[in-house]
Each structure stands twice: as C-alpha cells, then as structure tokens.
C-alpha cells in the first residue's frame, strides 16, 4: 500500500527505541538527547511520535485528512486498557499468507498509529501442498476437512511455521507480535465419528489476547483448539474468527483474501456494500447467490447478530487494508446489519421527543448556542418537508421542498455509528432516488465536509460556511436558484459567487482570497465502485430502451461505435448521419436496419424539439460540432415535455469549455457524468496521459515537466473520404503503413492540443490547483492500424521504489473494470482492440528523482467509442458498462 507501509519500517530500522506500552496505550521512547556544555538538556528528539506523525501524514495520501483522524480517533476510542481488543479481528487467508511481506506492512502500519488488531490466520493452501507431498489424499465431507491424527500432526506443524514467519516478519518491521497457537479456544468435537479431531469452538479465553496488547505487542493466533481433556482439534479459521468477534465484540472483523472482496455473480463487479437487515432475503435468493457466497453471507449475518450494531464486516486485501478502515470510500465488501430506512412527512410520523433529542444532541447550531431546538422545529412548519433517516436514528435528514421550487437539506444530523457504518450514505442515497437535485449547507470546519464534497457537482464557500449542490450543471442556474433562496429566506445568508467562476461540475478547488471566498468547484472525485451506498451494488440501472442519433459516423471512431452499439442491450441507433453515404445502410450495426441520412441543422433542432432521440453523439472533425449543439439547444429549449436530450462530443471542441463536463470516469469521477447533459468525450492520448500521470502527482516535481513519449496507429492521423471501383463511398486512412516505410514519424512535436488538455484537466486533482500543470507530449504515428503506446517520465520530488510506484497504480486503480496493471511493460498486442487502458513497466531511476511508467489503449475504443459509450451509459442511467466487451 503507496510507499506508507515501506517508511513504517524504515523509520525503525534507523534506530528509534521501541515504544514502551502500558495498558495498550503507546508510551513515547525518548531517544536523541543533546546537552548544553554546563550539562543541562538542550532538547530531547520523541522517535516514536515522530514516526507515528510520519505514519499519519503518508496516511493522507489515501484519504483526506478529515477522514483519516476521524477513523483513526473512533478506532483509538474503541479501546480501554480494561478492553484493549475491541478494534479489530483480522483474519488471514492462508493464500494471503504466500504475500507475506505485504501482509506485514499492512499489519505494521495499523501498529505504527497505536492501533492492535488481533491477528488470526488460516493455513490452507500450505497444508494442503504438504499433505499432498507426504501422501496423504485429503478427504472433506460438507466441505470439512476430515482430521486425522497424521494429518492433525502436520496441521499443526504447518500452523506453528506460518505463525512464526508471520511474527518474524513483523518483528523484522520493528513491529512487536507475539506468537499464540494455543490457550485461546477450547472445543468439543464437532463429530468424532464422521470428522475425526475436527473441533466446534465452545469458549474463548481473551486473557492472553488482552494481556499481548497490554504488553504492546500484536497477538497472532492459530485456528487450533484443545478440547477439555487437552486433545488438540482443527476448527476452521472464518468460524473460529467469528467465535473470537462473538467474545471481544470489535469494531470492525476484517477477512482478508487475495480477491479483495465479494463479487456479483453475473456482472463480476466488486459488491460494494451489503445492508443485510435490507438486503439479505433478497440475495440469498438471487440465482447467483451459491454454494461458497451463500456460506459465507450466512455465517456473516448470524455473526453480526451476535454483535452490536457498531461492528461490521469487511472483506479486503491485505494491500487494501489502510485504505478499508480509514476512508469513507472503502475499496472493499463491507457487511453490515444496517436498518431499514424510513421516510416520513411530518413530525408525528417520527416522534417529536425523538427528533428534539437529536438535534439537541447533534444539531451544530444548536450545540454552539446559534439556535434552539424549538426554533428547528418552527422553522420546519414554513414549508413542505420529508424527514429521512434509519430506526436507531443514527441518522436524520431533513429535506424542506415547497411546490415548485429547488429542494434543500436543512439539516443531516449523523452520529458516530452512522457515520463509522456509512448510514449516512444509505439516508442521502435515499433522498437522491426522490430528488434529481438538491442544495444543502455545512460548516467550513465541518470534520466530515470532505463527506460533502464528494457528494456534491459543485460547492461555494463563504465566511466559515459552504453551500453544496448536485443536479445542476449550469451557473447562471446555479445563481439564479442561489437568488431565489436568498429572497426566500429559504437560506441564512447569501451564497452568491464572488468573482470567476468555473462551472459546478468542472472546476477546481481554488484556495480561498481575502473575502474567504472560493470558486464553483468540485471536489468530488469518487474512488471508482466504492460509493458504499444503499444498495448492495449501486442503485439498480435503467433498462429502459432509449434512442441514439449519431452525427458524423463516416470515420474510423463512427465505425467502432456503431459496431458497440449493436451489442448495446437498451440503447437503438435510430438516425445515422453522414453526407458522402446517403441512402446506404449502416453495415456495422446489426440490431434494426439503418439507412444513413444527411441530418441537417435544422432536422436536428426539430427532431430534439420533438423528443425524437433521447442522446446524440457528435462524431464530427474539431470545430464543425457547434451548430449541432446550438440546434439541439434550441430544440430542448421548445420542449414541451422530458427532459433534453444527452449530448456526447468526440471532436476536442467542447474539452476546454466551461459548462460541459468532461468525460473520464475513472479520474474524475462518475457522479458528474450521471448527471450532465453534455460531455465532452476525451481525447486518445490526453486519456492515457492523464491516467498515467495522475497517481504520481503527489510526488511530482514541479520544477520540471512530465514527458509522455507517444505512438500512435495510423488510424489515429484520421480518415479521407474517397470512392471504390464502384462509385461507394469509402474511408481511407490519411496516413498509410506504406508512407511510413515500417517507421515511426513525429509530429506537432510542440503545443499539440491533448499537451493542453492533460494538463488543464490534471490541474483539478492537485492539491493546489491555482498553478496548473503542464506537461510535455511528443506524438508519433506508427505503421499499425490502432493502438497507443505511450512512455511516461515523470521527475520526482522525492525518493520512491519501482514497488512504490506501482502500488501506488494499484491504489488508484484497483478494481477498475477497464484498467488493467501488469508488471512487465506493455505491448501492442495488450492494447490493440481492447476496450481498456493497461499500464506497467515500472521503473525509477537508479538516483530516485525519476519515474517511467508505460501505459497504453486503443485510439478507436477506450481512447475514443468505448469511453462514449462509457459516459453515454453514465448520463443515461444504465450500468456504466452495458454493452461493453470487459472480459
């Protein structure tokens, strides 16, 4: 995980004193003492603060800040010396025990910030592989292994080596950890006659747990049991995890596998999140809920039963750990028991002594004497409201919405817990299904208002408060509705822009100036499938057939997504455009015969003005899209009814374009996208530069530029127009294989238009985006038809390992369905005509000061159609990947 885990250990191995622990609490060891000539201490160096200092700063880099303390505070929390093992249970595949060095930092880095999570570990694969060796055929029954006194005897030599590397690693790392096979679990035999020394857990003795942790060390225990008479028994690691959870009641119970969490059945993606008091009926029966997800969702659900509300399941590689337990996005499968969420339009509905108790209890303005809870409630009586939230009330929101006008919420009140398990989510989930758009406030010193603007299309900021929004791409809308509040009094005071503004689905945060004001802005970049939101996956997809008008459809890039769209399950190309091939049918497109038309300006506003498609794709070369746009514009304008229509632009016009939002889901995330009507689809080689660059951005040294070295298929030099022997339109490449005599050739070596675009839209995700980025792009065009290969060097403001590098990709990128990460360095043949980016080839520098990074894509598909049909999917409502090849 990043380069965090590896200062970890560095920083022990550089000679800090181990900290000295008392009742689980880490005591600072003082080392690096210096004194005066007369003898007195002139200052004294705390090692171990400033390598936990050192921990928590790394740790930012996964998350905000805000985040991170506040998962770190309510983990630190959970503990007493009286009960010191109340954070975590952690169990460890024996798969995940082969990854060794990585499940060791992951392990050391959650020690480094005083955090001790009980260890338990499996052993699996490596017993079987020494079972197998000695002759022994492994027998399960009910998917039991069956013990045996042999087999029990290797058992528990495989358990005690794994144990012992395992703390030696640790202890490698400068980590304390303490070796625990046996004392902990006492067990009956689960069936002697049919299982043999297979043991079902009876008790659990957390003494030797506690006083491990007392004594600051991790305790690493094995699944071995003894029975009453001191006979060993196997029990199976997940049951003898849950045991454990059942005894010490944790926090949070963390099963770590190599996949990194549970997965769909029919679409293969991640599960985000699984409410089972919500959704568990339902998915146990789902057809592809079988035999090994419907163990594992069983034991999950009569574990936490067993357990308060507060505990939750994770399900997690270990590389991912930090980045599961001390973000709001997660980037696993987390289990919880959830409650079923209510919705109620008046007081009475809830309880008025149970919502005056939360808003006394929780209320901002209330707590610092702004405001009383009589007067909250006066003020819902102005207005038509709905009152959100889950039958604990570990959340309340409440959504004020006259007839007629913009929605707000006045107040989301979330307590600890709903905050730790996402309820929080759940409730504004909830309200995003009933309102497609939404204003609401916070406070600027908000601990949570990172929460905010990731949830937000855009933010304002002014004199300690900031307002937020979602549905609304346009500013002058954005104003306007700002103004409507104001004369109102809908809103306390005005939240009027100050100054430039970016659009609220565009721009970057700009640090505040002397009025405290900053611009429109978004903050909101999303870790890709991680929204842990109400639903198990996201909330279900539109299936609804709609309709596509395709403008410019000649060229290479029309072709291919013609060619996508009729494998597209809802989504009809209804009219195809294109002035050279009039009367002739759409050969590529296979789902309903479609002849190609000359859609003139004209056609197009009456055909928006009467709701004849529901999206349109501009396909057209660089500057000849605006008249179609301002056509459809006019049209949606003259709607009497829907909504207008979607408007996906291939050519650059519309990348630099205030207004537009522009469309690369895995960077900028997917929320934007769902709610635009016009995106501008990215240029090929701005895409993998941008992807490419992004995760180093951290470590960029902004001294020098970052290079990106670029080759091109022909295909990606564009087509001519020209007729066979037949007189049939045909498309010809501008650039032939035969012109490039099988080299390579260099062009617009200088301010090429995607050197721009990388760099205007990279700017977003830096830290201070009010010096923007420029990079240095040198394109080449290649005797192969498509695919781009392109060669990052990026200078380094500080050392970091290739390993470093490349886990930082896998941070940024895991569990992307159209990224691919592979160590070796990518070829043509892992690009060419495939509907992704892959990256690898990492390398630094032999000094550190330099990174190379090599990532590649198809122009026509993920650098052209693929990505279209990608955000056409997004503002659509479908699954982001409807029709998209991403096996």
């Known amino acids: 995980m990043l380069a965090a885990t590896r200062a970890a250990s560095i920083a022990v191995r550089t000679g800090a004193r181990r900290a000295v622990v008392v009742a689980g609490q880490r005591q600072a060891a003082l080392s690096v003492v210096r004194k005066r000539n007369n003898g007195q201490i002139r200052g004294m160096q705390n090692l171990a603060q400033t390598d936990r200092d050192t921990i928590m700063r790394l740790l930012y880099s996964i998350g905000t800040k805000q985040e991170v303390e506040r998962y770190l505070r309510i983990f630190s929390s959970s503990s007493h010396p009286s009960h010191p093992a109340k954070f975590a249970v952690i169990k460890v595949g024996g798969a995940v025990l082969d990854e060794l060095d990585e499940l060791a930092h992951s392990l050391s880095f959650l020690y480094r910030v005083g955090l001790y999570p009980v260890v338990l570990h499996g052993a699996g694969p490596q017993l079987n592989d020494i079972i197998e060796r000695e002759g022994v055929i492994p027998d399960y029954i009910d998917g039991i292994r069956v013990t045996d006194a042999k087999t029990l005897q290797i058992a528990r030599r495989v358990f005690l080596e794994e144990n012992l590397k395992l ?156 980045k599961e337990l001390f973000t709001d996005s997660g980037a696993g499968t987390l289990i919880r028991r959830g409650y079923k969420l209510f919705k109620h339009d008046s007081v009475e509905g809830l309880g008025a002594d149970r919502l005056r108790q939360v808003i006394h209890d929780r209320d901002p303005d209330v707590l610092s004497g702004e405001a009383s809870v009589t007067g909250v409630l006066n003020e819902l009586k102005k207005a038509p409201y709905t009152l959100y939230g889950d039958e604990p009330l570990d959340v309340v929101a409440i959504v004020s919405h006259p007839p007629g006008e913009t929605p707000v919420m006045t107040k989301l009140l979330a307590s600890r817990s709903g905050i730790l398990n996402s309820v929080v989510d759940n409730v504004f989930n909830a309200i995003k299904k009933d309102y497609r758009r939404l204003f609401w406030t916070a406070n600027a010193d908000d601990e949570n208002r990172a929460w905010h603007f990731q949830r937000a ?6 004199s300690g408060k900031s307002l937020f929004w979602y549905g609304v791409q346009d500013v002058a809308e954005v104003e306007k509705i700002v103004k409507e509040f104001e004369a109102k009094g809908r809103l306390d005071r005005a939240y009027l822009p100050v100054g ?99 859609l003139s300006v004209e056609d197009v506003e009456r055909m928006e003005k009467d709701g004849e498609v529901d999206a349109w794709v501009m396909a057209l070369p660089n500057g000849a899209c605006k008249p179609f746009v301002d056509a459809v514009d006019r049209g949606s304008q003259a709607r009497k009814s829907g909504d207008a229509s979607v408007i996906v632009d291939l050519s650059a016009d519309y990348r630099f374009e205030d207004g537009w939002t522009y469309g690369l889901p895995e960077l900028y995330g997917r929320e934007s996208i769902r709610a635009s009507k016009r995106i501008s689809n990215p240029g090929c080689y701005a895409t993998s530069s941008q992807l490419l660059i992004a995760p180093l951005l951290k470590y960029a040294n902004r001294a020098s530029l970052p290079t990106v070295f670029g080759m091109s298929g022909y295909s990606g030099a564009g087509t001519v127009a020209t007729t066979d022997s037949h007189g049939k339109p045909v498309t010809l490449p501008k650039v032939t294989p035969d012109s490039l005599a099988g080299g390579v050739k260099p062009y617009s070596l200088t301010d090429h238009i995607h050197e721009r675009e990388a760099g205007r839209h990279l700017t977003r995700l830096l830290s201070d985006p009010s010096s923007p980025l420029k990079i240095a792009f040198i394109p080449n065009v290649a005797p192969w038809f498509s695919g781009i290969l392109s060669v990052l060097s990026m200078p380094l403001s500080e050392k970091i390992t290739a390993k470093d590098v490349a886990q930082l990709y896998e941070s940024r990128y895991g569990g992307e369905k159209l990224i691919t990460i592979k160590r070796e360095v990518p070829v043509l043949k892992d690009v060419e005509n495939k509907h992704g980016w892959t990256v690898g080839g990492f390398q630094v520098h032999s000094e550190g000061d330099r990174a190379v990074v090599v990532g590649g894509l198809d122009n026509l598909l993920k650098g052209a159609a693929t990505q279209c049909l990608q955000n056409l999917n997004l503002a659509l409502g479908y699954d982001e990947y409807a029709g998209i090849p991403t096996d």
């Open 167 to 322: 703390v030696g690693a640790l202890e490698k790392l400068g980590t304390r950890a303490r070796p625990i096979t046996s004392g902990v679990f006492t067990a009956d035999y689960l069936d002697k006659e049919k299982y043999g020394l297979v043991g079902k857990i009876t008790r659990v003795d957390k003494r030797p747990l506690e006083a491990s942790i007392r004594a600051g060390a991790l305790p690493i225990l094995t699944s071995l049991a003894e029975s009453p008479e001191g006979q060993i028994l196997n029990v199976n690691a997940d049951i003898a995890a849950g045991e454990l959870a059942k005894e010490l009641e944790p926090l949070k119970i963390v099963f770590l596998n190599e996949k990194g969490g549970l997965f769909h059945g029919v679409t293969g993606e991640k599960l985000d999140v699984i409410n089972l008091d919500e959704e568990y009926d339902t998915l146990m029966k789902q057809p592809w809920v079988k035999y090994g997800t419907k163990l594992k969702l069983r034991e999950f659900k009569e574990l936490l039963d067993h357990l308060p509300r507060s505990s939750s399941v994770a399900v997690i590689s270990a590389s991912m750990l930090q």
């Open 457 to 462: 299309d855009g933010s304002f900021t002014r």
């Open 500 to 598: 430039p503004s970016a659009p609220p689905h565009r721009g970057a945060a700009a640090p505040s100036g002397p009025s405290g004001s900053k611009a429109f802005s978004t903050l909101a970049r999303r870790i890709p499938g991680s929204s842990r939101g109400y639903a198990t996956a996201a909330s279900a997809p539109s299936t609804e057939p709609k309709r596509l008008g395709l403008i410019g459809a000649r060229g290479y890039t029309g072709q291919a997504l013609t060619t996508l769209l009729a494998g597209h399950p809802y989504l009809n190309l209804t009219h195809v455009s294109s002035r050279q091939l009039v009367g002739y049918p759409l050969e590529s497109y296979t789902k309903a015969p479609v002849t190609y038309s000359n």
